[in-house]
């Protein structure tokens, strides 16, 4: 007795079965992130007073410009994916290119404000608020450069090709969450003082 | 999703800007409402993180026009958050139980914290109150004693 496994690109919800995964993934994301904010939430209302101090110490001018970055990238997806529906090639690579440049910026930002930080003595080990500080802004930006490593992949391996347009659809549903990830964190970490 | 009308993004993008920039601006001008400052600070901050939240996800995630189960998904997993987050506030929002007590002090935490930035900007000379977002403001609220109590703290606290 032998089964055949047909792949189709089409699942039983309507959902054309990549993007489907995607949503999972998102998802899965939601609790990943989710349990680090509300373990966050849980521990700022319980210490609210050092916890205030310690965050007076974020920087709200790169916190800030690194929220417009992200805005402004999603932006730029969505042209990607608007670019991809038309088929065209040109158009959706320099839209994920610009995505990923903007990246870039939010990358080198960070570097920035985690070498100030770390120099003027607020480690990942300084207190609780610098742990989650690092944890989460750490684990963002690891989410953040594996979305423009896999962008650069799909412009220049599918896109160049014109194969596999559906994929700037699905990445860009990966790089909006991350985006909404920032739009929660900015305001713990460098809002609410 | 090419069934569906596109909305226009930039138009998304423009809204997006202006509650971000009404975030950015809340804790400037809050305390002119005396006050009311931290609502308007928590409403500026969470409730346009919200909004923005929404709109990045209705329009540019086309979450308006997806099957339902996307929503779905997504709304089990919050659902899933939902009672992680009071099945275990109960514990972590009190400092003593029926049988346990935790040990730590708030208040000698906030002065740890207070001494540790007033002993950084003094080292740096203040040079970095600009860069480091309020923590100069901070400062105001200081007391003078904590600045002596901070040399012996700034090594030595592993708190919180």
């Known amino acids: 007795m032998s089964h055949q496994i047909i792949a189709t690109s089409r699942s039983r919800t309507g959902i054309p079965t990549g993007r489907l995964a995607v949503w999972w993934v998102i998802g899965s994301e939601i609790l990943i992130f989710g349990g680090l904010i509300a373990s966050y939430l849980l521990n700022r209302f319980n210490h609210g007073p050092s916890w205030s101090v310690e965050a007076a110490n974020t920087n709200t001018f790169i916190g800030a410009c690194n929220t417009f970055w992200l805005l402004t990238s999603s932006l730029f997806v969505v042209f990607a994916h608007a670019a991809s529906e038309k088929r065209d090639a040109k158009k959706t690579r320099m839209w994920i290119w610009l995505t990923i440049m903007l990246g870039g910026f939010f990358m080198g930002f960070k570097f920035y404000e985690y070498t100030t930080e770390i120099l003027h003595g607020f480690t990942i080990t300084t207190s609780n608020f610098w742990s989650f500080y690092y944890t989460a802004t750490g684990l963002h930006g690891f989410h953040v450069l594996c979305g423009m490593v896999i962008m650069a992949i799909i412009a220049e391996c599918d896109i160049k090709k014109g194969q596999n347009w559906h994929r700037v659809e699905n990445i860009g549903l990966y790089w909006h969450f991350v985006d909404i990830i920032w739009i929660f964190l900015f305001p713990l970490m460098y809002i609410a003082k | ?160």
Request: one cysteine or more; glycine letters at 8%; proline letters at 4%.
């Open chain 2, 1 to 160: 999703m090419a069934g569906h009308k596109h909305p226009s993004y930039l138009k998304i993008y423009i809204i997006l800007v202006v509650l971000f920039s009404i975030s950015v601006a809340g804790p400037e001008i809050a305390p002119v409402f005396g006050a009311f400052a931290k609502p308007i600070v928590l409403i500026t901050a969470f409730g346009i993180a919200i909004w923005k939240a929404y709109l990045v996800c209705a329009y540019f995630m086309h979450l308006k026009f997806e099957k339902i189960y996307a929503p779905y998904i997504l709304l089990a997993c919050f659902s899933l958050l939902i009672v992680f987050f009071f099945g275990t506030a109960t514990d972590a929002m009190f400092a003593n139980g029926h049988n346990w007590v935790k040990p730590q002090s708030e208040e000698a935490a906030t002065e740890e914290a207070k001494a540790r930035s007033h002993v950084l900007h003094a080292e740096h000379g203040d040079s970095h109150e600009g860069d480091h977002g309020e923590a100069g403001h901070g400062d105001a609220d200081h007391d003078e004693a904590n600045h002596e109590e901070g040399d012996d703290s700034h090594d030595s606290d592993e708190h919180n």
